[in-house]
């Protein structure tokens, strides 16, 4: 055990000799995460779009309209412009807007006289959110009209007609509106149904910082590439002879191996210790659940080393290993949710990812700092990754032996 533990040693004099290559493989990552956090901003991400109107109109009427585009949550939505036609046309033409609305002249006397009138809509064809949002309140504006003709057409119509009415319609008119108002209060105030909530259950809020979300990825993408590169370095011991001449020593190569894997645990316990600490400032982390993460990160980080190795030292040649390295990183990063979070890819892609070993591994690890985590669950995903890579270090080990180091 003596011997693991001097070539693990050997390996971290090694990277604190050269800091640039662990400061790559660390913070690659990082900036990734700087970069999505910058994009996305570090709370509920709500999206913004423009609404362009064209108002022909000019009454009383169509100024409604931009005014409900301006409150509640389509407020936060939309930023309202009055444009002219031609610039609107122009504007949306060019992708400065989520949609364009036009409203004709005449819409406010179809809407007294309950007459057809048509508004239209422009969107843009680059954003798929917002101009749905923006064609589903304006498909609700019908509705609205057909329950003020229904309970007040008559009186509106009269008023519209465009001739001076009598001052008795207009009293008529205005008394029959305070009729109304006075019908429907009795179902506003008080309410005649009157919704109560209980909570059932509290939903975590730990997935509400997009910050949070990314955490676990990004800190399985750090894994990745430390990973990888601890795998490229068996390639330049074979080439300046240490492992030929380590067949000559009374030193074991499964020996030489666990310290392979002992160093990148030390390091990996580093890193993820950092994340973790980052991940209780940005979520509600205790304790037992950090440490719990810390272990599962270094138990992941080692069995993904060892299936890696695997494939490096059946390479080919050195550059081949290089390659083949690289050609399974990506994907693996881009579909085990390294690069985006799961909750952020389509359903059938997320479906996929979870399968892949870094994805089950980052799906549980989400699991853990969450709280959510089972234990007999987490349990069971550390001995197949305990299973698998113990079968990886053996056959390692034999390859090694048989024919690698010499």
């Given at each position: 055990?003596?011997?693991?533990?001097a070539?693990?040693?050997?390996?971290?004099?090694?990277?604190?000799?050269?800091?640039?290559v662990?400061?790559?493989?660390?913070?690659?990552?990082a900036?990734?995460?700087?970069?999505?956090?910058f994009?996305f901003?570090?709370?509920?991400?709500?999206?913004?779009?423009?609404?362009?109107?064209?108002?022909?109109?000019?009454?009383?009427?169509s100024?409604?309209?931009?005014?409900?585009?301006?409150?509640?949550?389509?407020?936060?939505?939309?930023?309202?412009?009055?444009?002219?036609?031609r610039?609107?046309?122009?504007?949306?033409?060019?992708?400065?807007?989520?949609?364009?609305?036009?409203?004709?002249?005449?819409?406010?006397d179809?809407?007294?006289?309950?007459?057809?009138?048509?508004?239209?809509?422009?969107?843009?064809?680059?954003?798929?959110?917002?101009?749905?949002?923006?064609?589903?309140?304006?498909?609700?504006?019908?509705?609205?009209?057909?329950?003020?003709?229904?309970?007040?057409?008559d009186?509106?119509?009269?008023?519209?007609?465009?001739?001076?009415?009598?001052?008795?319609?207009?009293?008529?008119?205005?008394?029959a509106?305070?009729?109304?108002?006075?019908?429907?209060?009795?179902?506003l105030?008080?309410?005649?149904?009157?919704?109560?909530?209980?909570?059932?259950?509290?939903?975590?809020?730990?997935?509400?910082?997009?910050g949070?979300?990314?955490?676990?990825s990004?800190l399985?993408l750090?894994?990745?590439?430390?990973?990888?590169?601890?795998?490229?370095?068996?390639?330049?011991?074979?080439?300046?002879?240490?492992?030929?001449?380590?067949?000559t020593?009374?030193?074991?190569?499964?020996?030489?191996?666990a310290?392979?894997?002992?160093?990148?645990?030390?390091?990996?316990?580093?890193?993820?210790?950092?994340?973790?600490?980052?991940?209780?400032?940005?979520?509600?982390?205790?304790?037992?659940?950090?440490?719990?993460?810390?272990?599962?990160?270094v138990?992941?980080?080692?069995s993904?080393?060892?299936?890696?190795?695997?494939l490096?030292?059946?390479?080919?040649?050195?550059?081949?290993?290089?390659?083949?390295?690289?050609?399974?990183?990506?994907?693996?990063?881009i579909?085990?949710?390294?690069f985006?979070?799961?909750?952020?890819?389509?359903q059938?892609?997320?479906s996929?990812?979870?399968?892949?070993?870094n994805?089950?591994?980052?799906?549980?690890l989400?699991?853990?700092?969450a709280?959510?985590?089972?234990?007999?669950d987490?349990?069971?995903?550390?001995?197949?990754?305990?299973?698998?890579?113990?079968?990886?270090?053996?056959v390692?080990?034999?390859?090694?032996?048989?024919?690698?180091?010499?």
């Amino acid at each position: 055990m003596r011997f693991a533990w001097a070539s693990a040693l050997k390996d971290l004099r090694q990277l604190r000799r050269d800091p640039v290559v662990l400061g790559v493989w660390l913070g690659f990552p990082a900036i990734v995460c700087a970069m999505l956090l910058f994009l996305f901003g570090r709370g509920d991400t709500t999206p913004q779009g423009k609404l362009l109107i064209v108002d022909e109109e000019g009454s009383l009427i169509s100024s409604q309209l931009p005014g409900a585009f301006s409150q509640g949550e389509l407020g936060r939505m939309f930023t309202v412009e009055k444009v002219t036609r031609r610039d609107g046309q122009a504007k949306i033409a060019r992708g400065d807007g989520s949609a364009l609305l036009v409203i004709p002249k005449g819409f406010g006397d179809a809407v007294f006289q309950g007459t057809p009138s048509r508004l239209r809509l422009v969107t843009n064809p680059a954003q798929s959110i917002l101009p749905q949002i923006a064609g589903e309140t304006i498909s609700m504006l019908p509705e609205a009209v057909f329950y003020i003709q229904a309970l007040a057409g008559d009186r509106l119509r009269t008023l519209a007609s465009g001739t001076q009415p009598p001052d008795q319609v207009v009293a008529e008119a205005s008394v029959a509106f305070n009729r109304l108002g006075t019908q429907l209060s009795g179902f506003l105030d008080p309410r005649r149904i009157d919704l109560q909530t209980v909570v059932t259950e509290t939903s975590s809020t730990n997935t509400s910082n997009i910050g949070a979300v990314f955490i676990p990825s990004m800190l399985f993408l750090t894994v990745l590439f430390l990973a990888a590169g601890f795998t490229g370095e068996i390639w330049k011991e074979r080439r300046q002879a240490v492992l030929r001449r380590l067949l000559t020593t009374p030193g074991r190569l499964e020996l030489f191996l666990a310290g392979r894997a002992l160093s990148l645990g030390i390091v990996l316990a580093v890193a993820s210790t950092g994340a973790v600490l980052t991940a209780r400032l940005k979520l509600t982390v205790d304790a037992p659940a950090a440490i719990s993460a810390v272990l599962f990160t270094v138990l992941c980080g080692v069995s993904l080393y060892m299936l890696l190795q695997l494939l490096v030292v059946y390479a080919p040649g050195e550059r081949a290993a290089h390659v083949l390295t690289n050609l399974l990183l990506f994907p693996l990063a881009i579909l085990g949710g390294s690069f985006f979070p799961f909750e952020m890819m389509p359903q059938w892609m997320a479906s996929i990812g979870r399968m892949t070993p870094n994805g089950w591994a980052v799906a549980e690890l989400g699991a853990i700092l969450a709280g959510k985590s089972n234990p007999a669950d987490a349990m069971l995903v550390s001995l197949r990754l305990l299973g698998l890579a113990a079968i990886a270090f053996l056959v390692v080990t034999r390859r090694l032996r048989k024919g690698f180091a010499l």
